[in-house]
């Protein structure tokens, strides 16, 4: 790969995560100067408030909408899709037993009563507040996105079901989609200008206690990552190939993992995961699904950034992270990460899911708070989701093809060498 082609996948990254710097180094030179820049983000914040209703109604139902399917594809994408989710759920676990053990905000930025920070009540009233909204103009608030998400699913489902009479819905959510798409895009080019001012407003207020929790996260989350690829990708690929599973697994793995990082896209991934899912001996018809389905659904590194996302953010607010938490973020985590990173813009709903319904009267300051950290942990984040890919692809075919898959495969190979 040429550096000049990596250079160029990380340049809006690299601008985004320089205007932070610049931003942070006003802030903490000219307080003043940083206060008055603060209207610079809001713009951008209430802007990406305004669309985000429209673009995950587009996005979801029009996806919905449009599918078809067959059976064999049926079954292995029913196995793909709850492979995804109990991966993600076991990421989500673990990320949030460490954090329990090593929050990563030691000193918070702002001491907020948990009733300020908003009530997402018990389990029970959280299950209910997942998936319904009082009425339709409810599912119209940026505060009720799962609401929204479930009524854009079922939306889709019955344009779907409508045969003749939904092409022509079908047809306008498609384009719908992609007008909002566009939109958002348009949106983000202003995204560097905007975490500019807001850095240097909250270096302005908060001064060093940033860096620091910054670091703290980093600190547990690099690692993590690189632990979780040499021992959780190794046990899900002797249970999906058997003995020779992880042999296999660590023969071709590096090539996905270093092109996703080199990328920093799951999409851009996709040619390489094929390559070595087709040199592993994986049946064409499910490398063909499972791979590109697992770039916008397969995220275990998301759901890993998701729980340090709701953790930072309750450690700024001098809040804690309890046991009780564990099934409602595990479960916010998993959503919005399996379910939100095919969708234009998905990291950013991902971000408002979790803001809604954890920190749903402070959502102004916590949103690019999740932004950053968001920024700062993409390319492991990555590297996780797409070389992950290729793992879950062992599982699947265990399912599909049989668990002694593997072993034929590999005798196949030998008789024709």
């Not at 854009?152 to 798409?181: H, P, Q, R, W, Y």
């Not at 910054?214 to 999906?240: D, E, I, K, N, S």
């Not at 998701?306 to 099934?327: D, M, P, R």
């Not at 095919?342 to 971000?351: A, K, L, R």
């Amino acid at each position: 790969m040429e550096a000049r082609s990596v250079a160029k996948n990380y340049r809006f990254l690299a601008i985004l995560l320089g205007s932070m710097v610049l931003g942070a180094i006003v802030g903490w030179v000219s307080p003043e100067l940083a206060n008055k820049l603060r209207p610079f983000g809001t713009v951008f914040i209430n802007m990406m408030f305004c669309v985000v209703v429209p673009m995950v109604f587009a996005s979801i139902s029009s996806a919905i909408a449009n599918m078809q399917s067959r059976k064999r594809a049926g079954k292995i994408m029913g196995v793909t899709i709850l492979t995804f989710v109990i991966t993600g759920a076991i990421a989500a676990v673990l990320m949030f037993t460490i954090l329990k053990a090593f929050p990563p905000v030691q000193t918070a930025w702002t001491e907020v009563p948990a009733e300020e920070i908003g009530d997402y009540a018990s389990l029970s009233d959280m299950i209910v507040n997942f998936f319904t909204a009082s009425d339709f103009v409810g599912l119209l608030s940026r505060r009720a996105m799962l609401p929204l998400i479930v009524f854009s699913m079922l939306f889709g489902f019955a344009t779907n079901l409508a045969g003749e009479a939904g092409k022509i819905v079908a047809n306008f959510l498609s384009s719908l989609s992609d007008v909002m798409m566009k939109f958002v895009q348009i949106i983000t080019y202003y995204a560097p200008i905007a975490f500019f001012s807001i850095f240097a407003g909250l270096v302005a207020d908060y001064g060093s206690a940033i860096t620091e929790s910054y670091g703290r996260a980093m600190l547990v989350y690099y690692p993590l990552c690189f632990v979780y690829l040499f021992t959780a990708f190794p046990l899900f690929a002797w249970f999906g190939g058997g003995k020779h599973g992880i042999k296999t697994m660590f023969r071709h793995i590096a090539r996905p993992a270093i092109v996703s990082l080199g990328t920093c896209s799951s999409v851009a991934t996709i040619p390489t995961n094929i390559e070595v899912a087709k040199a592993t001996g994986i049946s064409d018809d499910v490398s063909e699904i499972v791979l590109p389905l697992g770039a916008t659904m397969h995220m275990d590194g998301s759901c890993f950034s998701a729980v340090l996302k709701i953790a930072f953010v309750f450690g700024v607010f001098g809040q804690k992270l309890s046991w009780a938490q564990l099934i409602p973020i595990v479960l916010v985590a998993v959503f919005s990460s399996v379910g939100m990173s095919g969708v234009p813009g998905g990291g950013y709903i991902g971000e408002y899911i979790i803001c809604s319904i954890f920190f749903p009267n402070q959502m102004e300051m916590a949103f690019p708070i999740l932004v950053a950290i968001g920024n700062l942990v993409d390319p492991p984040a990555t590297m996780i989701n797409s070389s992950g890919d290729y793992v879950v692809s062992f599982i699947v075919s265990r399912f599909v093809d049989g668990k002694d898959w593997l072993d034929k495969v590999i005798a196949k190979q030998q008789a024709e060498a």
